[in-house]
Every structure is written in structure tokens, then in C-alpha cells.
């Protein structure tokens, strides 16, 4: 299955996360939300999240200091933030149901994954 490569920015730290070619749209959106809805958080510590920079067919890292993230990983560690605010203004499960459904989508694609494989 074709796979495509974000780029993402938080301060001086950049990351790239791996994605399913067909899934790559929804990370996107899902960043673009999350930023948009972040500060509406009323919770004493509210993560910071990394900026979508770009997106790549093909990516070959050649700087020690970098690693390829998978993305079930990336979405597995964001899940896990966002559950751990304590909210209580802001209606904080509509952006867990949407990191939940891409996280359950990458979970079956690379369930099926192994099953082809």
C-alpha cells in the first residue's frame, strides 16, 4: 500500500510521521481542527501541538538526528494527551471522537496490513 510523509513543526523541533497514502487528508484536517479548537481550552496545562508543514510521497532521511514516527504511533501519543486534560469548560470529547476514529481507521489499515502481507 502507497504511504505518504508529514512534516510537522513544534518550536524548533521538527517530526515526520509515516501515514497511510489514503489517511494523509485526515491527519491534515486533524491538525487544522486541533489548532483551531486548542485555545478554546480552558485546562491549566493545554499541549502544545506541532504545525503541519508539509506532505511528501517520497522521503529518505539522511540527518542522524531525525526519526520516521509511524503514524498509529503519532496518533496513539496525541490520543493519549488530549485524554489527559482536565477540561471542564470546553467540550473536549468532540476532538478525542476525532483523534478516536482516525486512531480505529490506522488500526484496521494496518491490521489488514499484516493480514496481506
Given at each position: 500500500?502507497?504511504?505518504k ?47 503541519f ?12 538526528d531525525?526519526k ?50
Amino acid at each position: 500500500m502507497s504511504k505518504k510523509y508529514a512534516l510537522l513543526k513544534q518550536s524548533e523541533t521538527i517530526e515526520f510521521v509515516e501515514m497511510p497514502a489514503s489517511h494523509m487528508y485526515q491527519l491534515a484536517a486533524l491538525n487544522q481542527r486541533l489548532h483551531k479548537e486548542v485555545s478554546k481550552l480552558t485546562a491549566s496545562s493545554v499541549p502544545a501541538l506541532p504545525s503541519f508543514i508539509a506532505e511528501f510521497d517520497n522521503l529518505e532521511i539522511v540527518h542522524p538526528d531525525y526519526k520516521l514516527h509511524n503514524g498509529l504511533e503519532y496518533i496513539n501519543r496525541l490520543e493519549q494527551t488530549f485524554a489527559s486534560i482536565q477540561e471542564k469548560e470546553y467540550p473536549l470529547v468532540s476532538l478525542l471522537t476525532e483523534i478516536r476514529a482516525l486512531q480505529a481507521q490506522l488500526e484496521q489499515w494496518y491490521e489488514d496490513e499484516e493480514e496481506f502481507a
